[in-house]
């Protein structure tokens, strides 16, 4: 991972995937049509997601300033008049009454911003254990490699855009105005969970307007690692599903070692 000022670039990101039940066509649905899930942000897992508490802050008059703004881009046919009549009333309102309505906008909004969650750690046992049913799942790799348009990857980054998740012990609040704000609220708003999720080391990447499957570019997935108790027709199934593909994926073999996690390049996928 190489840092460039406020702004994180991750390395490898991790996805922890079952193949029981109906997770298995989804697991097969993400190796053979290169496709990832971006969870509507109201249906994920913590309370704190895409859901922060709207804070006013500065003088009323600072306040007035900014709606004035607000409102001359947002509705542009309004006059000077009506836009200085109607920032004046609104700046003059108690503030909770304006925090409860940016409270519901919020909620509102969380319907349709679309999350593609990962990790950046493949040795985590919770997350094998929850996400990939016990060992007996995969854990996929992805990379943006540099690799030129014939190997079906394009120049423009994928999981490269990926962001980094903070977690902490209150929930936290984004400023309505404010000058120089718009890149600490987003942190806030998109990339802050509760620390009990804090083992996850999540990246994720966000898209507003979309959920649902999105393509990912094919050469993106780099590796499949086998949970230590994967069955041997489960491991034949992935190998099928990942030969169907025409760029090249290693496997690996996670297996316990001293009680921990240790993922080795895998002799074994000749079985099939």
Avoid at 79 to 88: D, F, N, Q, T
Avoid at 191 to 203: F, G, I, S
Wanted: net charge neutral; charged share 30%; aromatic share 10%.
């Amino acid at each position: 991972m190489t840092e460039y000022g406020d702004i994180e670039v991750p390395g490898t990101l991790y996805k922890y995937r079952a193949l029981s039940g109906e997770q298995r066509k989804f697991t097969a649905n993400i190796i053979l049509n290169r496709e990832l899930w971006w969870s509507p942000a109201s249906q994920l897992n913590d309370e704190w997601d895409c859901n922060s508490l709207a804070r006013l802050s500065g003088s009323r008059l600072a306040n007035e300033l900014a709606m004035r703004r607000i409102l001359r881009n947002e509705f542009p046919y309004l006059s000077k008049a009506e836009v200085k009549k109607i920032a004046k009333y609104r700046s003059r309102r108690p503030n909770h009454e304006f925090e409860a309505a940016m409270g519901a906008l919020i909620e509102q909004e969380r319907d349709s911003i679309g999350v593609c969650s990962l990790s950046s750690d493949p040795y985590v046992e919770k997350l094998w254990t929850d996400y990939a049913d016990s060992h007996r799942g995969v854990c996929l790799r992805f990379d943006d490699l540099l690799i030129d348009e014939r190997h079906g990857l394009s120049a423009q980054p994928h999981f490269g855009l990926a962001m980094r998740v903070s977690y902490q012990d209150e929930r936290p609040g984004i400023q309505v105005y404010g000058k120089d704000i718009g890149y600490e609220n987003l942190k806030k708003y998109l990339l802050t969970k509760t620390r009990k999720w804090e083992y996850e080391a999540e990246w994720r990447l966000v898209k507003s307007g979309f959920t649902g499957n999105r393509p990912f570019p094919p050469a993106c997935l780099s590796g499949v690692i086998f949970g230590k108790a994967i069955l041997d027709e489960d491991r034949c199934a992935v190998i099928d599903w990942v030969n169907a593909r025409t760029t090249a994926v290693e496997f690996l073999q996670a297996r316990e070692v001293d009680g921990k996690i240790v993922i080795f390049p895998d002799p074994l996928t000749t079985i099939c």
